[in-house]
């Protein structure tokens, strides 16, 4: 029983620090260039942060599909996300071309730093539907079991 408990805290071991390994990748990725765009005051930089929020979500196959297993909507449609990631890309190459001391470039400036603020990515929820789901089954499994049966063993002991 001993042994049994070991191993299966081992596994939940391993299964929780991929989980928070990739969690990190997935906000290094996705999320940091979300937020750098974010709080940028250059359309240029806004552009580019957003293209690489675009490729990492294509990276990690976050393109269609949905966010959750069930509760199911718009709000969480990574086609409808994407969609709107490409257009906040399409947005900020539009405001390098505006002159900057007009009115329509500050305003543009403020509408798109405040979309970008607004919208949720979902990124590591994502992940942890499609690619992770497994793994976070085995973390909370091996997490359980090994504390169960360490209980067990340690009465018998």
């Known amino acids: 029983m001993g ?29 940091g260039w979300k937020t750098r765009a974010q709080v940028s005051s250059e359309p240029n930089d806004m ?7 675009k490729s990492g979500m294509e990276d990690y196959r976050m ?8 509760f199911k909507t718009p709000e969480n449609d990574m086609a409808l996300i994407y969609h709107t990631v490409n257009q ?9 071309t505006v002159n900057r001391s007009s009115p329509e470039y500050q305003t543009g400036l403020d509408n798109l730093r405040g979309s970008i603020r607004e919208l949720n990515l979902y990124a590591f ?15 909370i499994l ?9 209980c ?3 009465e018998n002991f």
């Open 3 to 31: 042994k049994l408990s070991v191993l299966c805290l081992v596994v939940a071991v391993f299964a929780s620090v991929l989980l928070v390994v990739n969690g990190y990748q997935i906000s290094r990725d996705i999320d």
């Open 47 to 53: 552009h580019e942060y957003m293209s690489k929020v």
């Open 63 to 70: 393109t269609s599909g949905y966010a959750v297993l069930i």
């Open 88 to 96: 906040h890309v399409d947005q900020a190459q539009v405001l390098t």
């Open 125 to 139: 929820a994502f992940w942890s539907v499609h690619e992770g789901l497994a793994w976070l089954i085995l973390c």
């Open 142 to 150: 091996g997490w359980i079991c090994g504390c169960l049966f360490g």
């Open 152 to 154: 067990i063993w340690l």
